[in-house]
């Protein structure tokens, strides 16, 4: 290994690179920005959560860590916290917002008080240990108090952006910190990562600030009550729909829990500008008119538990949804959801209210920079190197090309995979090795316990169920005793199909006659056949042969 | 019942309504308009496809049927047929692309010749038998030979749409029928029925043309393969990509079994335009310089079975992605299918592609109207009773606001759900009934035979599995005989929980011991705690207790 080497290895993400998860390693020191989870597709059956493969990479060098920056305080960016903190306990830098949220996720599981949180604030260097000096840096994007990070190695200067859009007109706090990111680029910047969400999209994101006008109109032009859903974690959100429900005269009350923790914290912390009187809790909204009265509810992503699915399936016990209702998605679909999504918005039209949900009507906007944003930041921050994070691999190679069109060479720029390691010395960069970056499933208690094999055959199971079949047998005789029983689920109607059940009942008997060696072998194929043949299914199928 | 009195139903749809089936009613005499499929949604786990539930309307009014009429060759609106014709034998009215698309369907169904399949022109007007008199006429959609319905019955003129865009520029053949569509509303107009598919978006929906110019584009650009995934169905844009690729010295060879019959048929029809010597088998393609190759491949929805999918994944058997090639998807992704096509496209970027998606690059455009196009459709035909058919409830009611908005009173605008029936007559119009207009499912050689019951299994199994218990026990005695098996899948990995497994036949044995009397019960009440105690998991607990 060369002296000063640093190696910056993108750990965490479901599909997206760099996403939840980055380490920065220089010498025997590990600096982590961020830990996040990510939430299952949908052919992770039966997986609660995932979260980024960190124990594989850290096994041997745990003692390396010197502390962990947290750019925002999203799920995807501070989710995994608990978990990795369960592994390694090192101090944990955030703005206050950030920590806020950070210490909810830390009570919720048991780690209240075990862990060194210490706050910063945009603007702030600190030192972290070993070698790594970090300036935290204002962004904006869809959450108050996230920041930019450049830290400073002996190998140079590393500036990773976090989450961020160019919002001049940003519905919390100021404008991102361009005076920053072109004093970095004077100082000279070894490597930038940079966020690529919407690396593919033309243009630049709107201002949050269109958002005031598109929630204005849905209040001079709603007769009822308005009920606006959006993330849990998209406080700006939050903040813009009491300013413009105070604007126009009506209360506001939160429904759904995450919803309401959340905003209990970032109020307590200052992070949200209430007018006196307006926000109120349901039972009060209730006695008040309907033109006066305005709910943000959780189900952004039409999920059939959270407050706004239960409303549409009619289901929630103090909201009735009824004509006159304006019912507002202020939240982009998350790929994956448009199924329930469009259940929802149907079902809510069809209990007569009116619902506000596509891009025309400006009630959302993304808290991702588009094409034009990530340009001006690589032409203020001019950096040697590039890394584009934070986004499918289509997404870094749409980000790749806008950089090498402003000049950077195409060998200083590294489109990764997570757990690709580049390394920066003397000599330059280059990818060196892979370590395992992947992910790994939560399901109910378990981590990492279940993977592939158990997940083929829920699969299996989900498209066709399963038929089993207990058959009992003489062990000295080799007779069958009694009647096979046969069993399934998620297969076909058994009542509908007492036919079929019988003859699955023969094919066993006849099966474990022709060749009782291998008993379990010639049952599965013969009942395989007969319930193919019969259904053109293929459940799963399973012989018991109990012999004792 | 009145006289002169027309009844409108439509039947079909999962989530949209009337898309795939229609029926009218005068006297005893029915008239169908389309019969489609429809594919499953996520939930619907392990169903293969989705029809429209005409068994229970047409159950006592079989006798009724005077034919059915079909707009166009879409899987959607012709991939019922097979299952209604079945039911009901009667003549079958279609332009000789659908009908060819047709037939290819019954093939496969073994109903070739056993069906009255009758071609029809755009132009035609044709007495169906009993009151009705249906004039075809030429509408423009993403498939040639697509025609709307003017059906004249005693009660009144009914205009439906079928699937349409006002294209001035078509891929394939004149723009539509606007002439006709002014006769109807000159005659007057007792209903309308309309495509709503697009009724959420504002403005034209772009002219196909404007792909010619996104695919020329691309032939320009690329220096190596050009690789282009569409719809099965889409033969318009099959002619585009061939002409196209002429256009820049390519040849073109089909990739994928359901587009080269698709394309055979369409070319022995004569509705495709292919340039002598452009058309190549796979073989002779792979023989030509990169530059001048180009393949149609089957796979737009990132199915990892099809063409492109395999390709993406690696498994293709004759084609390998490798730098320097193009890959195009032009098509939409069906919503639902976002995960599949993100991961397709990303594995392209990782094979080395360079792959041409959003929006922004033009290849690909809408088969369906949008605002502007409604409107002045809705101003030529002039109805006296709109129904706006063809998607979710959020699209009718969207559509109705636009049909108010021209001056059509609200309480002549019927925004319906599957199986509600309009009745129109010298009084008036109304919804008077619901029939089931819901729909079938299809699983394997099964239609009809698995329902909620069975999807409620498949969904437990799918989150986690079962854990199945088969104790013997002595009739007489009540004794437990032996140990418990204890048999589980896709709930953990069994080898790493030994214990678990263990502690399951203890819980077994115990809970028999402590009420023998409802084994059942309280096996699976013990089992079931012991397992969500240890695992936070609730996978299907299933007691066999034989007792012989």
Redesign the interface.
């Known amino acids: 290994m060369a002296n000063n080497t640093l190696k910056i290895i993108p750990l965490g993400g479901l599909?997206e690179i760099g996403k939840n998860m980055t380490a920065l390693e220089y010498g025997r020191n590990i600096l982590i920005v961020d830990a996040g989870v990510m939430f299952p597709?949908?052919?992770m059956?039966?997986v609660d959560l995932v979260i980024p493969d960190f124990t594989h990479y850290l096994e041997e060098k745990r003692d390396w860590v010197r502390g962990i920056v947290v750019t925002h305080g999203h799920e995807d960016h501070i989710g995994g916290l608990p978990f990795l903190l369960q592994e390694v306990n090192v101090p944990v830098y955030a703005t206050r917002l950030t920590a806020g949220l950070i210490e909810l996720k830390l009570q919720k599981h048991g780690l209240e008080g075990k862990v060194n949180l210490k706050t910063v604030r945009a603007g702030d260097r600190v030192s972290i240990g070993g070698p790594f000096n970090v300036e935290f840096f204002h962004v904006c994007h869809s959450i108050p108090d996230s920041v930019g990070l450049a830290i400073r190695t002996p190998a140079g200067l590393v500036v990773h952006t976090g989450d961020f859009k160019l919002d001049y007109t940003p519905a919390w706090g100021d404008p991102p910190d361009f005076g920053a990111l072109a004093r970095f680029g004077a100082e000279g910047v070894l490597c930038l990562l940079s966020d690529s969400t919407n690396a593919?999209n033309?243009g630049f994101t709107p201002s949050e600030k269109t958002v005031d006008e598109g929630l204005d109109r849905v209040f001079r032009e709603a007769k009822g009550r308005v009920i606006i859903t959006t993330f849990g974690s998209l406080m700006s959100r939050v903040q813009q729909v009491i300013h413009a429900a105070a604007r126009h005269g009506r209360v506001v009350a939160i429904d759904g829990r995450s919803l309401e923790e959340s905003v209990e914290r970032a109020q307590s912390l200052g992070y949200l500008d209430i007018p006196p009187g307006v926000l109120v809790d349901l039972q009060t909204l209730k006695k008040r008119p309907d033109s006066q009265s305005c709910l943000i509810a959780t189900g952004s992503q039409g999920e059939p538990t959270a407050a706004l699915g239960r409303m549409a399936a009619g289901r929630h016990r103090q909201i009735t949804i009824k004509e006159g209702d304006t019912v507002v998605m202020s939240s982009r679909v998350i790929?994956?959801n448009?199924?329930l999504v469009?259940?929802a918005?149907?079902n809510l039209?069809?209990r007569g209210a009116?619902?506000i949900?596509?891009r025309?009507d400006n009630v959302h906007v993304s808290g991702h920079a588009s094409q034009e944003e990530l340009k001006l930041v690589l032409s203020l921050v001019k950096p040697k190197y590039f890394i584009p994070v934070h986004g499918?691999?289509?997404h870094l190679?749409a980000h790749a090309a806008l950089a090498r069109q402003q000049g950077i060479p195409a060998e200083n720029i590294f489109i990764l995979?997570n757990g690709h390691v580049v390394e920066f010395d003397d000599r330059g960069a280059r990818v060196v090795e892979r370590v395992p970056g992947g992910w790994v499933f939560v399901?109910?208690?378990?981590v990492g316990?279940?993977?592939p094999?158990?997940?083929r055959?829920?699969?299996i199971?989900?498209?066709?169920?399963?038929v089993?079949a207990?058959v009992?047998r003489n062990p000295k005789t080799g007779q069958v005793?009694?009647r096979p029983?046969i069993?399934t689920?998620?297969?076909?109607?058994v009542k509908?199909?007492m036919d079929l059940i019988e003859r699955a009942e023969e094919t066993v008997v006849n099966a474990l006659r022709r060749n009782g060696k291998d008993p379990q072998t010639s049952i599965r194929k013969a009942l395989s056949e007969l319930v193919y043949n019969?259904?053109?299914?293929r459940p799963?199928v399973?012989p018991?042969v109990?012999e004792?």
Request: proline fraction near 3%.
């Open positions: 599909g597709e949908h052919d059956l039966g593919d033309p790929p994956g448009e199924e469009s259940r918005i149907n039209f069809r009116r619902v949900y596509g025309a499918e691999l289509r190679h995979e399901d109910g208690s378990g316990d279940i993977g094999a158990v997940l055959d829920r699969e199971l989900s498209q066709d169920g399963f089993l207990v009992r005793e009694g029983v069993i689920r998620g297969f076909v109607y509908e199909n019969e259904t053109r299914r799963m399973l018991v109990l004792e």
